[in-house]
């Protein structure tokens, strides 16, 4: 199976640029995501990029995608304590029939 | 307002109880996913239902049985469950397999005495 890591915790101070990076072993994913997991809540979908696409911005967020090195990270600009959650990567098989998560990454955002 | 509702939000049970969890969604999806959330481990996918027909178990032990009646519901039944089974779980819906965008329920925060 795939296997998709991140490293477990990210502190940044209010204001600055934080990034969350992931890698993932299963070059042949269609489209890598980014969630977004706030205490006591599911799962939120915060964006997506497909896999011929090497940058996706969305306000704030910047994703970008090396797929040759299979690194995927997420920027976020202007980082808010509302930002303050875990970030989770995914990627989906190539059937489509299952997504793979990484173990999360708990980002702190420091007023 | 995620459109997928999973209750009950918190369960607490002793290793003999029997309870069920249950997801509904309103999205008029077809595909309907348990996930397993352990601290600091990646999700786990336990099931996975297509026009309510199961076509993943992913090597779940017989102790978590699941139902989907319908597209718009799914349960997971628990039984003579072990504490190592305490996580949160996340029931998530898609418009069908292979449609890559899945959404996620609020979970179910299970604690196995």
């Known amino acids: 199976g795939e296997d998709v890591e991140q490293s477990l915790f990210l502190s940044v101070r209010e204001g600055d640029s934080s990034v969350i990076n992931c890698t993932y072993t299963?070059?042949?994913?269609?489209?890598l995501y980014w969630y977004k997991q706030e205490p006591g809540a599911g799962l939120q979908l915060l964006t997506y990029?497909?896999?011929?696409?090497d940058m996706k911005q969305d306000q704030r967020l910047t994703v970008l995608l090396n797929k040759k090195d299979k690194h995927l990270s997420l920027r976020i600009a202007d980082t808010q304590t509302g930002d303050s959650a875990i970030y989770f990567c995914?990627?989906?098989?190539?059937?489509?029939?299952?997504?793979?998560f990484g173990t999360g990454t708990s980002l702190t955002v420091i007023p | 307002e995620t459109g997928v509702t999973q209750t009950p939000r918190h369960l607490v049970m002793g290793m003999t109880n029997k309870k069920s969890l249950k997801c509904e969604q309103h999205?008029?999806?077809?595909?309907m996913y348990w996930y397993k959330q352990s601290a600091k481990k990646p999700l786990e996918l336990m099931f996975v239902?297509?026009?309510?027909?199961?076509?993943e178990n992913n090597s779940v032990p017989s102790r978590f049985s699941p139902e989907c009646p319908n597209s718009s519901h799914l349960f997971l039944h628990l039984h003579t469950l072990q504490p190592e089974d305490s996580a949160l779980y996340l029931c998530?819906?898609?418009?069908?397999?292979?449609?890559?965008?899945?959404?996620f329920g609020p979970g179910t925060r299970l604690l196995v005495l």
């Open positions: 995914a990627s989906v098989s190539n059937t489509g029939n299952q997504f793979y």
């Open positions: 299963d070059s042949s994913s269609t489209y």
């Open positions: 990029i497909f896999s011929n696409m």
């Open positions: 999205l008029g999806h077809n595909a």
């Open positions: 239902y297509n026009f309510k027909e199961q076509t």
């Open positions: 998530a819906s898609a418009t069908s397999v292979g449609e890559e965008t899945q959404y």
